[in-house]
């Protein structure tokens, strides 16, 4: 029976030195691209920061799921207990500082190809996490990525010496412990609050409008920058709005007004919407009542974010002449 016993270890042994090498191996390569990122903090864009930190989260997670799955075709105990934790606490460590990063400097994950555009918009909360927070909660993933370092080096250890001695690839992701230190990190924290790179830009644009019905041939004696449209009693506004700035819009509006040139009386009509980054939207379109043979004056205006001083492409206003039935 003891024979038999070893035997079976020594194959499970075995096993998981075989797969969990492979998971070793993908996690290295997520440990270089992020010690690159970490590295380069200062110099990055916003863009391609939350890109790394969304690519460590995911492949992180992804090198988690192999482990548990590698570890349950060889029941070694604790062994197998403390091989999928070190993958389950890199993961973590990742989300965690993505979280903190992201709720400093008021950024979100990059929404996935199809999801809504407010999706993984930053909350109001989260974009008021204090640099002395931030700071706290990046050391914390780096103790934690520690921490899991000296759990594998315990797991390779007791697969080289147990039966079968399977052989584990060296994985370490913290290579030097000084750099996850609080005052280390608060010095990095405080490069991202001053990189001209990563500083947040806002630059909402309307990029097109269309009204229906369309402009008619301008007829001649018609007055200069007036289009004149075939007789209705509704005119439609469809607006296509685009995020040209460095962050998520969550909270966008836009005014259509519809002024009657005739008495002056003016239709408002205001529209909320959210915008991905480098992303844009068609707005629902804004439709107003209007009497033939009556000039109209159409104005498009997007209410700025806080924080956008550009005022180019963010104001669309037209003539309209609606012509006299027939």
Same mark, same amino acid.
């Given at each position: 029976?003891?024979?038999?016993?070893?035997?079976?270890?020594?194959?499970?042994?075995?096993?998981?030195?075989?797969?969990?090498?492979?998971?070793?191996?993908?996690?290295?390569?997520?440990?270089?691209?992020?010690?690159?990122?970490?590295?380069?903090?200062?110099?990055?864009? =916003?863009?391609?920061?939350?890109?790394?930190?969304?690519?460590?989260?995911?492949?992180?997670?992804?090198?988690?799921?192999?482990?548990?799955?590698?570890?349950?075709?060889?029941?070694?105990?604790?062994?197998?207990?403390?091989?999928?934790?070190?993958?389950?606490?890199?993961?973590?460590?990742?989300?965690?500082?993505?979280?903190?990063?992201?709720?400093?400097?008021?950024?979100?994950?990059?929404?996935?190809?199809?999801?809504?555009?407010?999706?993984?918009?930053?909350?109001?909360?989260?974009?008021?996490?204090?640099?002395?927070?931030?700071?706290?909660?990046?050391?914390?993933?780096?103790?934690?990525?520690?921490?899991?370092?000296?759990?594998?080096?315990?797991? =390779?250890?007791?697969?080289?010496?147990?039966?079968?001695?399977?052989?584990?690839? =060296?994985?370490?992701?913290?290579?030097?412990?000084?750099?996850?230190?609080?005052?280390?990190?608060?010095?990095?924290?405080?490069?991202?609050?001053?990189?001209?790179?990563?500083?947040?830009?806002?630059?909402?644009?309307? =990029?097109?409008?269309?009204?229906?019905?369309?402009?008619?041939?301008?007829?001649?004696?018609?007055?200069?920058?007036?289009?004149?449209?075939?007789?209705?009693?509704?005119?439609?506004?469809?607006?296509?709005?685009?995020?040209?700035?460095?962050?998520?819009?969550?909270?966008?509006?836009?005014?259509?007004?519809?002024?009657?040139?005739?008495?002056?009386?003016?239709?408002?009509?205001?529209?909320?919407?959210?915008?991905?980054?480098?992303?844009?939207?068609?707005?629902?379109?804004?439709?107003?009542?209007?009497?033939?043979?009556?000039?109209?004056?159409?104005?498009?205006?997007?209410?700025?974010?806080?924080?956008?001083?550009?005022?180019?492409?963010?104001?669309?206003?037209?003539?309209?002449?609606?012509?006299?039935?027939?």
């Amino acid at each position: 029976m003891s024979r038999q016993s070893q035997g079976y270890d020594a194959a499970s042994n075995r096993a998981l030195a075989v797969q969990g090498s492979v998971v070793a191996e993908q996690s290295n390569v997520t440990a270089a691209q992020l010690r690159k990122l970490v590295n380069d903090v200062s110099t990055e864009t =916003r863009q391609g920061l939350q890109l790394g930190l969304d690519t460590a989260v995911a492949q992180s997670a992804q090198e988690s799921t192999q482990a548990t799955l590698a570890a349950r075709s060889s029941p070694l105990g604790a062994v197998s207990t403390n091989f999928v934790t070190v993958f389950a606490d890199r993961a973590q460590s990742m989300d965690e500082l993505r979280t903190a990063v992201d709720a400093y400097l008021g950024m979100g994950p990059i929404p996935d190809v199809g999801a809504p555009a407010d999706a993984t918009a930053p909350s109001d909360a989260a974009s008021a996490l204090s640099a002395t927070q931030a700071t706290n909660r990046i050391a914390a993933a780096g103790a934690l990525l520690v921490r899991a370092d000296q759990l594998y080096g315990t797991v =390779r250890r007791s697969l080289a010496t147990g039966n079968g001695h399977g052989r584990l690839p =060296r994985s370490v992701w913290v290579t030097d412990p000084q750099l996850w230190q609080v005052g280390t990190v608060a010095a990095q924290v405080d490069l991202m609050a001053t990189s001209p790179s990563l500083l947040a830009t806002h630059d909402v644009v309307i =990029r097109t409008t269309r009204i229906v019905p369309p402009a008619l041939p301008t007829p001649q004696g018609a007055p200069p920058g007036v289009s004149v449209l075939s007789p209705t009693r509704n005119v439609g506004v469809t607006v296509v709005l685009a995020n040209q700035g460095s962050v998520v819009e969550p909270h966008v509006s836009i005014r259509f007004t519809m002024a009657d040139q005739t008495n002056g009386d003016t239709a408002t009509h205001v529209e909320r919407t959210s915008l991905a980054l480098d992303g844009s939207v068609t707005l629902p379109t804004a439709t107003f009542s209007v009497k033939p043979g009556t000039t109209y004056v159409l104005g498009v205006q997007i209410v700025l974010p806080p924080g956008q001083t550009e005022t180019n492409g963010t104001v669309f206003q037209q003539a309209l002449q609606v012509a006299p039935a027939t």
